[in-house]
């Protein structure tokens, strides 16, 4: 590997010798991360597996799914809740109140 005398070299220099090495390091990862897939992909397959039946190909699961509205307030119907999560403070109040769950269901 040949050395570079880093002091001589101008502020735009090492700049660009900074880009050059992180454009490098990119390609090396992506190189690495290629060669590990298909040595993945081969020991699968030795083992008569195929790659679907080890790893989910789903992203994300259920995260960022939009729920329908279960509950609604009859007073403003734009107030909803999906029955998920914290019960909003409209509901709140109304079932301090003495009303039931059952009462706003959409």
Same mark, same amino acid.
């Given at each position: /590997? %040949?050395?570079?005398?880093?002091?001589? &070299?101008?502020?735009?220099?090492?700049?660009?010798?900074? &880009?050059?090495?992180?454009?490098?390091?990119?390609?090396? %990862? /992506?190189?690495?991360?290629?060669? &590990?897939?298909?040595?993945?992909?081969? &020991?699968?397959?030795? %083992?008569?597996? /195929? /790659?679907?039946?080890?790893?989910?190909?789903? %992203?994300?699961?259920?995260?960022?799914?939009?729920? +329908?509205?279960?509950?609604?307030?009859?007073?403003?119907?734009?107030?909803?809740?999906?029955?998920?999560?914290r019960k909003p403070n409209?509901?709140?109040?109304?079932?301090?109140?003495? +009303?039931?769950?059952?009462?706003?269901?959409i």
């Amino acid at each position: /590997m %040949r050395q570079i005398n880093l002091e001589k &070299l101008s502020l735009k220099d090492l700049q660009d010798l900074e &880009l050059r090495v992180e454009k490098a390091i990119a390609q090396a %990862r /992506m190189k690495e991360r290629a060669e &590990l897939k298909a040595e993945i992909e081969q &020991l699968v397959a030795d %083992r008569g597996f /195929m /790659m679907s039946e080890i790893f989910s190909t789903k %992203r994300g699961g259920v995260k960022g799914r939009t729920v +329908a509205p279960k509950f609604a307030n009859p007073e403003d119907p734009s107030q909803t809740w999906t029955g998920r999560g914290r019960k909003p403070n409209w509901l709140v109040e109304k079932i301090k109140q003495g +009303a039931s769950l059952d009462d706003f269901v959409i």
